[in-house]
Nanobody, 123 residues
Framework: QVQLVESGGGLVQAGGSLRLSCAAS????????MGWFRQAPGKEREFAAAISWIDRSTNYADSVKGRFTISRDNAKNTVYLQMNSLKPEDTAVYYCAATPTGYSRSRLAYNYWGQGTQVTVSS
């Protein structure tokens, strides 16, 4: 069993930056791909970024490409999401998730989820 706990959310002005962290506990997340998803009020949860275990290859949604960077520190069992040039449309609850299958853009591939952290970007 893997437990995931996100932190680092908050209120920021448009153009600002935030760094989200996701700490895994319960067992090593060795071999797990990690992803960040987000859910805005009234909308479905959507993919934002993912990183593989094997070669740390990354994948991003078009809406965040060039502004967000996902990274991981396997020794600390932690994955990060650096968010720069934030926009009001980035406002959402951000969730990290773990998948045993490399990495994926699909929510269905992830079987462990954190509780989420709120990110609010004011205009």
């Amino acid at each position: 069993q893997v437990q995931l706990v996100e932190s680092g959310g908050g209120l920021v002005q448009a153009g600002g930056s935030l760094r989200l962290s996701c700490a895994a506990s319960g067992r090593s997340f060795s071999g797990y791909g990690m992803g960040w998803f987000r859910q805005a009020p009234g909308k479905e949860r959507e993919f934002a970024a993912a990183i593989s275990w094997i070669d740390r290859s990354t994948n991003y949604a078009d809406s965040v490409k060039g502004r967000f960077t996902i990274s991981r520190d396997n020794a600390k069992n932690t994955v990060y999401l650096q968010m720069n040039s934030l926009k009001p449309e980035d406002t959402a609850v951000y969730y990290c998730a773990a998948t045993p299958t490399g990495y994926s853009r699909s929510r269905l591939a992830y079987n462990y989820w954190g509780q989420g952290t709120q990110v609010t970007v004011s205009s």
